[in-house]
């Protein structure tokens, strides 16, 4: 296991942390484990990870629940984009979600989680290259969620990106961690395979990685 995927990509975490100052402990690795079968989630379980990131809830609600029953400490991120109808499903689901993007699925999330009695913490994704093609808030129209999610009782994690493609993205991670401070978020789920050794050395707490532990996806 010394060099396996997960091995490297803990050292890659490890280098960056040291170039940054930073404690390795305080990153979390979400490996991204959308349209992998479950033999091949069950191999990096083996190696003794237990944090998986999942796009949509309906693979996952059909992947998980035997492979949570046959392994314990699972814990499971929702990291693609939700419609307001699967809030419900999400919340019983998952244990953090990190695409809170705007006002409509914030009230339905509230409403999921007083039915639910459970609190699922969220990263409000954060659209910070302005594209419109892409989920996320605007930086402009930040604080009016932030203000709204609290109202609501949703425990907020942190922010979330998904930085232009084929652009530099130090800048964008930047910017993240400048508009958590100022609103008063403490995570920053940022960085991929292609990007996530610059995403930890500019303050990320959760690095979303998929092709690097598992391969490219089938």
Request: neutral net charge.
């Amino acid at each position: 296991m010394a060099d396996s995927p997960l091995a490297r990509v803990h050292a890659a975490i490890a280098g960056a942390c040291k170039a940054a100052r930073r404690d390795p402990q305080g990153i979390a690795l979400v490996a991204v484990s959308k349209t992998q079968a479950p033999d091949a989630i069950e191999a990096l379980i083996g190696a003794g990870h237990r944090l998986f990131g999942e796009n949509r809830v309906q693979e996952a609600a059909a992947k998980w629940p035997p492979l949570r029953e046959r392994h314990q400490g699972i814990t499971l991120h929702l990291i693609g984009q939700l419609q307001s109808n699967k809030a419900d499903e999400a919340v019983a689901l998952f244990d953090a979600i990190h695409s809170l993007d705007r006002a409509s699925l914030a009230t339905a999330l509230a409403r999921a989680m007083d039915k639910r009695g459970r609190r699922v913490p969220c990263f409000i994704q954060l659209n910070v290259g302005e594209e419109p093609q892409k989920g996320g808030v605007l930086p402009a129209d930040l604080p009016a969620l932030v203000a709204l999610a609290r109202d609501a009782d949703i425990p907020l994690a942190g922010l979330m990106c998904l930085p232009p493609v084929g652009i530099e993205p130090a800048p964008f991670f930047a910017f993240l961690a400048k508009l958590a401070a100022d609103n008063g978020l403490p995570g920053l789920s940022m960085g991929m395979s292609d990007d996530y050794p610059t995403a930890v050395m500019l303050g990320a707490t959760h690095v979303r990685v998929g092709t690097a532990l598992f391969g490219s996806r089938p």
